[in-house]
């Protein structure tokens, strides 16, 4: 069996190593010979939002690398339709894995759709890759979304549908979704953050930045926040009041911000960097808003880790937040991941003023009960690895 990866994101690494890793335990315990093909579309071009995730996660270099960059949604996706067709027919693959719902996972699974080459083995058919999905069922129910238009149609078009959670099982039923293409996995992000914590412990970014203790010895209490969606930041009048928000959340502690490329050049487009105790500091001070560079894996782990407080419009740090117990703030009016809320760390806000800092002043006094889901437990790659095995290579 032949495998495609496809990555374009820095989610989508973090769930790709995990799969890597259960390819290379595979294939070590003498079970059927899995090759497998990694594609970076991409899609994040900065070396931070990318290349050091993969030095991070211990992933190996791209075999391909198709240097999308960033454009307009339907330029991305036209362009990495056009290219990842000349990966496919080079290739020929069995499988084309991909994950999340970035542009990157419907444009790839779009053309994997549509392929169709020789069957060496009968003459004259022809043989169409299968799509698995990897994190699929979530919804929002948000069409405005961009995510969650990438969601459904991945999802209509996917032969193995992978889920994290089982809401996502009861969205994909309501959808007219064959049962016998649902599997319930858990989580590849989970995955990659069980694996990796310990090694996050070793990371110097608390001290690089004055945070792990302050004169007297005592752990210093911080928060985190990332921001990055264009609903959110694209537009002032959103904008303004979630900065407002923060900025006097952040008179109690600092509040730290690994900044988005994308979001600081809003910030210096609408001119508000006045917001700002610092931007880019060599260390935190006091309270306030700091601006810092995107941080790799292992440290922005760590750093998020120890925080007092997250507050985010992310999907996947609503999940990390959960296994890690650090209370979360929801930066939308939505959630794709409902599990978070109900049995994680996380609860919504919306993008008012008023309910952030409700909401934030609630998760900082009044901690949730919080449990590990089903199968977030370290091993969904393995149970993704040994369906694709059993499904498409007849072991037992």
Not at 215 to 240: A, I, W
Request: charged share 25%; aromatic share 6%; glycine share 6%.
């Amino acid at each position: 069996m032949k495998i495609v990866l496809v990555a374009g994101a820095r989610p989508n690494f973090m769930k790709v190593s995990a799969i890597i890793d259960a390819i290379q335990s595979h294939n070590a315990s003498g079970g059927r010979h899995i090759e497998y093909r990694l594609v970076h579309t991409g899609q994040h071009y900065d070396a931070q939002m990318s290349q050091t995730f993969f030095t991070d996660l211990g992933i190996p270099k791209p075999d391909v690398d198709m240097e999308v960059g960033s454009s307009s949604h339907a330029q991305q996706t036209g362009e990495i339709i056009k290219r990842f067709e000349f990966i496919m027919l080079d290739e020929q693959p069995d499988v084309v894995l991909v994950v999340g719902d970035v542009n990157s996972t419907i444009a790839c699974s779009l053309v994997a759709s549509k392929m169709m080459y020789p069957n060496p083995t009968a003459t004259l058919k022809l043989l169409r890759p299968r799509i698995a999905h990897v994190e699929a069922g979530l919804r929002s129910f948000d069409r405005e979304m961009p995510e969650e238009v990438n969601r459904v149609l991945t999802d209509v078009v996917s032969d193995f549908l992978f889920t994290t959670e089982r809401s996502a099982e009861k969205n994909l039923k309501k959808e007219g979704i064959p049962k016998d293409k649902v599997h319930f996995v858990g989580n590849t992000m989970v995955d990659s953050l069980l694996k990796h914590r310990k090694k996050s412990q070793e990371s110097a970014i608390l001290e690089r930045l004055g945070l792990s203790h302050d004169d007297k010895g005592v752990p210093r209490e911080y928060g985190v926040m990332t921001l990055h969606r264009p609903s959110n930041v694209d537009d002032l009048t959103c904008f303004q009041p979630i900065l407002e928000a923060l900025k006097e959340l952040s008179q109690d502690m600092p509040m730290v911000f690994p900044v988005h490329p994308r979001t600081m050049k809003r910030i210096q487009e609408f001119h508000l960097e006045s917001n700002f105790a610092s931007l880019i500091p060599q260390k935190i001070g006091g309270s306030g808003l700091y601006c810092i560079e995107p941080l790799g894996y292992l440290d922005f782990l760590r750093l998020t880790a120890n925080a007092k407080l997250v507050l985010t419009d992310s999907g996947g740090l609503q999940e990390e937040t959960t296994i890690l117990g650090v209370p979360c703030v929801t930066l939308r009016e939505n959630t794709e991941r409902p599990i978070t809320i109900t049995q994680g760390t996380n609860v919504l806000a919306g993008t008012m003023k008023d309910q952030i800092l409700i909401h934030a002043r609630q998760q900082l006094t009044h901690h949730k009960k919080h449990k590990r889901p089903k199968f977030w437990d370290g091993h969904a790659g393995q149970r993704i690895v040994e369906i694709l095995d059993r499904s498409l290579c007849g072991t037992s």
